[in-house]
């Protein structure tokens, strides 16, 4: 009965019924994008927090002894849970690397200038400058300096908390914007119906009879809408997103939240959108 007349109630206030859908339509839409976005910029950031690192880089002539004491304590670190990892890099293994990455600089080198070193990943990205000092403070013999990439570190670290914060607030303030929008579509529909509305109180309909309807209604302008917007979604998917990911040199784990998740929260915010503007509209304005 309450799904019947919502149904005819959709039908009859046909107008403003396209507009609620439209509403939820044009925010799960924004938001799936926002989802889709925000999730691989925060992985992207979190693949480059990844690549913070500490440096140790020896003196031409360092010795076993001192290159095991090194060693030693990057070991009791790592036990601690301070250091994620650690690496040895050769002075030999440099070199390659750096004919690999840069072959031009390296063609003609009459010998090999770089040092050996030990590529230390601390545990957190945002510990590295920490690690890095306490490198320091060992004073071991012979190394010749440790690195952390401060600047570079710093900036990373300080996008990544800017996007984390954008994606949050942007999220709140889309999901507000449709509760609202809805609420507002479902109001004007209880306005244009306020007479039928005194008529069915008056012939002895029950608040929860006059109420159903304008909520079941909001479910379904909200469940359409994210329907729509989920196919839009997948349109673009399929049909942009292979040009837009050419263009980008990206690593393999650098990926979006996948779209088969991202549709069902989308279909959830929708109902939950739906049913939320209705019943605070339902709850301010329908005074049965």
């Not at 926002?34 to 880089?57: C, M, N, P, R, Y």
């Not at 990892?85 to 390659?96: D, P, T």
């Not at 000092?133 to 440790?146: P, S, T």
Request: one cysteine or more.
């Amino acid at each position: 009965m309450v799904v019947s007349e919502s149904g005819r109630s959709i039908a009859s206030n046909l107008s403003t019924s396209i507009a609620a859908t439209m509403t939820v339509l044009i925010g799960m839409f924004l938001l799936g994008l926002l989802i889709a976005l925000g999730t691989w910029v925060v992985s992207w950031s979190d693949h480059v927090k990844d690549q913070l690192e500490v440096k140790v880089f020896f003196v031409e002539d360092v010795t076993p002894k001192q290159a095991n004491a090194v060693q030693r304590y990057l070991a009791e670190e790592k036990a601690a849970g301070t250091v994620r990892e650690y690496q040895f890099v050769s002075k030999a293994e440099a070199l390659q690397r750096m004919r690999k990455k840069y072959p031009e600089l390296t063609a003609n080198l009459p010998s090999n200038p770089l040092p050996a070193s030990y590529e230390v990943t601390p545990s957190k990205a945002e510990e590295v400058k920490a690690l890095s000092a306490a490198i320091r403070q060992q004073r071991f013999a012979g190394v010749e300096r440790v690195k952390d990439g401060q600047q570079t570190s710093k900036r990373i670290l300080q996008v990544a908390r800017v996007i984390e914060v954008i994606f949050l607030v942007a999220v709140i303030v889309l999901l507000v914007a449709s509760v609202l929008l809805i609420a507002n579509t479902i109001r004007l529909s209880i306005f244009s119906r306020r007479r039928e509305i005194e008529v069915m109180k008056l012939v002895g309909a029950t608040n929860w009879f006059v109420r159903g309807p304008f909520m079941v209604e909001g479910l379904i302008c909200g469940a359409v809408g994210a329907v729509l917007a989920i196919v839009l979604l997948w349109l673009g998917r399929v049909i942009a997103l292979p040009a837009i990911l050419g263009q980008i040199d990206t690593s393999d784990d650098v990926r979006a939240l996948a779209f088969s998740l991202t549709a069902l929260i989308l279909l959830g915010v929708g109902l939950g959108v739906g049913a939320v503007g209705s019943g605070l509209t339902l709850r301010r304005y329908l005074r049965v």
